[in-house]
């Protein structure tokens, strides 16, 4: 085949290597519009993975390339004052000058002709000359640009500022450098790619860079006030730009994000940066342009392949990883575009916060990473949540948490699960049981499904109550069990259905209404759940008010049960949460409009509800934050601004669930994918939060907890099938300390031991 390869980085370059090393008789030449040696940016990080790819792809540069690494293994955060260093990261790095000409040298020795100084422009005739043109021009390519529909463009242009800067200064370490000044924070990425050079990248906010007057400077202005903001760290070492083409404050740039939905349109294929980008901060796009032009010519040189199939395979096969990278990648973004939520965390949380930014790294991988050092930070936690009394090293989520005078024993709870399983509201020995194992199962909390507080307030005819004298027996039965034969405590839910009233038991058909026997709804406005569901009756003030009473009661019925916290249902779309969303609530009167309106009602059943409850126990609001529908819906800066107004009427504990508030929400699903709400509710509002939501793992968990995302973690569904689910995450991490059912010892030693052999046997089998 005839090929171009529009752009000589380490995509370009590297294909050419690759389809010369699968077929020499392929005619390749790169077009790139630099003279060699002339590149921008400075030192580019790889991981083991990486090198392994290269390595069985071409082992000959690949045996320059690893020769030349830089190898480090510790992360120093400097975070006000204070140097937290954890090891085990094990890095490696290069030059990016120093790549590419050994690269250079490898594509020449195989054949490639390399055009340097070679500006290419897309609309020239001659690219209809080659089979393929490999569009390898990087982030701002003027190839995909030139068919932006033809290749499905998303471009997400990034909030922060960032300059990419070396110096000689070398640093030992990956180093995080945060600095605080009177225009706010600014902070460094440093790491050692030379012997004697470094990659510095200094990045901040807009109004940040801004009131640093980076935007009037000049590219050497910029540079020495970088010098000066980050002199201590820099031990006299000048900063250096190699971006002496960007002019003035054009040095400076914001990270853009690209996808695109197809990479290929006639005989151009996109590679690389042109195809796809990752943020810096997690030191991904070399890796990714590698692993591109592997596959690609993989593909295109595999015998009976179509070029359509063979572009198929790339596509499916490289989507899927980029995909997994731009999503830990957009993680780490908004850690560092959100940081001013994290700079009130100690400096030990504040590290562990930054490490743990992308998801991709754990709790459990830290401790793979540095034992000593996640340790440190387990008895940090512990000291924390105990007031200096425990100096335990145990995992986070077996921590003790206290809301008013209601302390649980550890973080971890049943999230709220309707079981559509009562008669006429009232608990039976289904209920009796279900709770009462689940009580057994090691959980601090543990939540009533939604309990509603009227027969028409009721989900569906399966759905508990508490609005009569039989419902308080039997609730009373099921608390006195949870209280005298578990450590576990037990939150009452409290709720009324609204437009989501009158439907089918769970497994019959979600929010499907009856066959028969369906009895009239009301809530916020005439909107019905779907067109299937019927249109509710709009609330009247007298309504109102009767509904309101009807929690009032049900929080007093409560507390003849001996429950030991209430929680207010105003999620999911429910009767509460339809006055709160714009999707549900179309109300004209002092109810609805603006968001200060939709939560007058929601606001004044919760503090009417905690004017009933004993000052000395919690309570809790479940909100939906996000309807997942954009800014039509309830977004997380309005939720934020919810939780805030819950918690004045005295809310402990905002319980972050998010959507089902309308049909049609498109959620983004993933692991622990409320979460990001919840971190947001409590490092922005400074509340008290529960996460929720795909949370299954006990690293989830104690990742989630040691990172202050939430105070306390609620599972559901795993506890569905395991109630046990807390006393198998001690025994999986050989924590002793659990709260064991007297009757379930033996048990429980013999998990521990076997869960630890079968560890120990798979670590020796890795190994
Ligand atoms: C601040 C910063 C730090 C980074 N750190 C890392 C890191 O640590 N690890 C990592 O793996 N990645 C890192 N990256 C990302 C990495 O630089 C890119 O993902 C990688 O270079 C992509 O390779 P590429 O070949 O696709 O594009 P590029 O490296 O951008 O190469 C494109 C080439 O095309 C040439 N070109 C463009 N247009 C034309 C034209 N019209 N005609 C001729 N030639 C043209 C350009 O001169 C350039 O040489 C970082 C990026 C930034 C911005
Ligand atoms: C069967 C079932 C019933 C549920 N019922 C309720 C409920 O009564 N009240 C409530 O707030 N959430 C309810 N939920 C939502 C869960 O509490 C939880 O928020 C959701 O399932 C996500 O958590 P998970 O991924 O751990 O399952 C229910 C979930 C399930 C699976």
């Given at each position: 085949m005839r090929i171009a390869c529009v752009g000589g980085g380490p995509a370009g370059l590297y294909f050419a290597i690759s389809m010369k090393l699968r077929d020499p008789a392929h005619q390749i030449e790169v077009f790139e519009r630099n003279a060699p040696g002339v590149t921008f940016g400075w030192g580019v990080v790889f991981s083991d993975l990486t090198v392994d790819n290269i390595t069985t792809n071409d082992p000959a540069s690949a045996e320059v390339i690893t020769r030349e690494f830089a190898h480090w293994d510790d992360i120093d955060v400097h975070f006000r004052g204070e140097t937290i260093t954890s090891g085990g990261h094990g890095f490696i790095g290069i030059g990016r000058k120093r790549l590419l000409e050994i690269l250079q040298d490898r594509a020449r020795e195989l054949d490639v002709v390399l055009h340097f100084n070679s500006e290419c422009d897309p609309a020239d005739a001659m690219w209809g000359d080659y089979d393929l043109v490999i569009a390898s021009d990087g982030i701002n390519s003027r190839f995909r640009d030139a068919e932006r529909e033809a290749f499905g463009v998303d471009e997400d242009v990034r909030a922060n500022k960032f300059v990419w800067l070396g110096t000689s200064k070398v640093f030992e370490a990956f180093t995080f450098a945060f600095e605080e000044t009177e225009h706010g924070w600014i902070w460094a990425h440093a790491y050692r790619f030379a012997p004697d050079a470094s990659t510095f990248i200094v990045e901040c906010s807009e109004e940040t860079w801004r009131g640093f007057g980076f935007d009037k400077m000049s590219q050497d202005e910029s540079i020495a006030a970088c010098e000066k903001l980050f002199a201590k760290y820099l031990d006299g070492h000048r900063l250096q730009s190699n971006a002496s083409h960007l002019v003035g404050s054009a040095a400076w740039l914001n990270f853009k994000r690209i996808k695109c939905e197809r990479w290929s349109s006639g005989n151009v294929i996109l590679l690389g940066d042109a195809a796809h980008t990752a943020h810096f901060s997690i030191g991904s796009g070399t890796k990714l342009a590698l692993e591109d032009a592997i596959k690609l010519a993989d593909v295109l040189n595999r015998k009976g392949l179509s070029l359509e199939a063979a572009m198929d395979e790339y596509v499916a096969e490289r989507n899927l990883e980029v995909l997994k990278l731009q999503n830990s990648a957009r993680n780490s973004t908004e850690w560092f575009e959100t940081l001013e939520r994290y700079t009130h965390f100690e400096p030990l949380q504040f590290a562990y916060s930054l490490l743990t930014r992308s998801q991709r790294i754990s709790h459990e991988n830290l401790r793979l990473r540095d034992r000593e050092w996640l340790e440190g930070v387990e008895r940090w936690f512990w000291k924390r949540a105990t007031a200096g009394e425990s100096n335990k090293t145990a995992p986070p989520m077996f921590a003790p948490f206290k809301l008013r005078e209601m302390e649980v024993m550890n973080r971890v709870t049943v999230s709220p699960m309707a079981m559509y399983s009562a008669v006429d509201g009232v608990p039976n020995d289904f209920h009796f049981v279900h709770y009462g194992e689940r009580a057994l199962g090691g959980a601090g909390l543990i939540f009533t499904e939604m309990t509603c507080v009227s027969s028409e307030g009721r989900i569906s005819p399966g759905c508990t109550g508490m609005w009569n004298e039989d419902h308080v027996a039997a609730w009373k039965r099921i608390v006195d069990f949870v209280h005298s034969q578990s450590k576990a405590k037990i939150c009452l839910q409290l709720g009324h259905s609204g437009a989501k009233g009158s439907t089918r038991l769970g497994w019959e058909g979600n929010d499907v209404p009856l066959d028969e026997g369906n009895w009239p709804v009301m809530a916020?406005?005439?909107?019905?759940?779907?067109?299937?569901n019927q249109v509710p009756r709009p609330m009247t003030r007298a309504d109102m008010d009767a509904v309101r009473d009807q929690f009032v009661a049900a929080v007093k019925m409560g507390i003849e049960c001996g429950f030991d916290m209430v929680e207010l249902h105003a999620a999911h779309g429910y009767l509460l949460a339809g006055f709160i969303t714009p999707l549900q609530n179309k109300r004209t009167d002092e109810y609805g409009g603006s968001l200060e309106n939709r939560l007058r009602y929601p606001l004044e059943v919760f503090a009417a509800m905690r004017a009933a409850w004993p000052k000395d126990r919690p309570m809790s609001v479940r909100i939906?934050?996000?309807?997942?529908?954009?800014?039509?819906g309830i977004t997380s800066q309005e939720a934020l601004l919810i939780g805030e107004a819950f918690a004045r009427e005295g809310a402990d504990l905002i319980d972050v669930s998010a959507g089902q508030s309308w049909a049609g929400q498109q959620p983004v699903y993933?692991?622990?994918?409320?979460t990001p709400f919840s971190d947001r509710i409590r490092n922005e509002g400074k509340l008290a939060t529960m996460a929720v939501g795909n949370i299954y793992e006990p690293d989830h968990a104690n990742s989630i907890l040691a990172a202050g995302r939430a105070d306390l973690v609620a599972l559901a569904r795993p506890h569905l099938v395991d109630p046990f689910w807390t006393l198998r995450a001690a025994a999986q991490l050989d924590y002793r300390d659990v709260a064991v059912p007297p009757q379930y010892l033996n048990g429980m030693s013999q998990l521990a031991r076997n869960l630890k052999r079968e560890a120990e046997m798979a670590a020796a089998l890795k190994a």
């Open positions: 916020a406005s005439d909107v019905p759940w779907s067109p299937v939906s934050a996000t309807d997942w529908a954009g800014e039509d993933g692991r622990m994918f409320q």
